[in-house]
Antibody, heavy 120, light 110 residues
Framework: QVQLVESGGGVVQPGGSLRLSCAAS????????IHWVRQAPGKGLEWVAF????????FYDDSVKGRFTVSRDNSKNTVYLQMNSLRAEDTAVYYC?????????????WGKGTTVTVSS | QSALTQPPSASGSPGQSVTISCTGT?????????VSWYQQHPGKAPRLLIY???KRPSGVPDRFSGSKSGNTASLTVSGLQAEDEADYYC??????????FGGGTKLTVL
């Protein structure tokens, strides 16, 4: 079945770096864009970034622009989120979600998330 | 891009209907028919409920329906059931290659 599995979360000090991975299975990975969405403790969902099906299109929320980089390796069915210069406000559960076939606007399958904690 | 505005809470008794609003601007909700709704149970990942303002993915009961008027989108849950108790989030394409979510609404089934 269609599945997304995030990994790479953990505890990091402010100013540090972390790389998240999103491993996909059960669908034609190279045909679908992937979004990253985060959820701070007790808060709502916040869109973070998007990478297109072939990696040529990459978009970011202003709050992470210049600090986060999204990429993908279609040979490994994996998307990455490189997070640098981390701040306390980046603490959240990070979800990856695949776009619905034919449209980048909707996220039809989500992973279970990986937790990032930025703290000294 | 500011978050879309949703009421923090909503409630209804089993069998009743409840409507959750999602207010944006002409730059997001009002400017595009790319509104979606997500359901999230505690500790779980979100689930796509509605896309394209009013379309339901396969597997989503027809008790869930969506609509839009101007800058405000709405999600209606009819025939409330206990399992509908969850957080609900709207989302819209915000133009300029970004997406925006609402703050979320906690739905309580009384």
């Amino acid at each position: 079945q269609v599945q997304l599995v995030e990994s790479g979360g953990g505890v990091v000090q402010p100013g540090g770096s972390l790389r998240l991975s999103c491993a996909a299975s059960g669908f034609t990975f190279s045909s679908h864009g992937i979004h990253w969405v985060r959820q701070a403790p007790g808060k709502g969902l916040e869109w973070v970034a998007f990478v297109g099906y072939d990696g040529s299109n990459k978009f970011y929320d202003d709050s992470v622009k210049g600090r986060f980089t999204v990429s993908r390796d279609n040979s490994k069915n994996t998307v990455y989120l490189q997070m640098n210069s981390l701040r306390a406000e980046d603490t959240a559960v990070y979800y990856c979600a695949k776009v619905q076939s034919g449209s980048p606007y909707y996220m039809d399958v989500w992973g279970k998330g990986t937790t990032v904690t930025v703290s000294s | 891009q500011s978050a879309l505005t949703q009421p923090p809470s909503a409630s209804g008794s089993p069998g009743q209907s409840v409507t959750i609003s999602c207010t944006g601007t002409s730059s997001d909700v009002g400017g595009y028919n790319y509104v979606s709704w997500y359901q999230q149970h505690p500790g779980k990942a979100p689930r796509l409920l509605i896309y394209g303002v009013s379309k339901r993915p396969s597997g989503v009961p027809d008790r869930f329906s969506g609509s839009k008027s101007g800058n405000t989108a709405s999600l209606t849950v009819s025939g409330l059931q206990a399992e509908d108790e969850a957080d609900y989030y709207c989302s819209s394409y915000g133009g300029s290659n970004n997406w925006v979510f609402g703050g979320g609404t906690k739905l309580t089934v009384l």
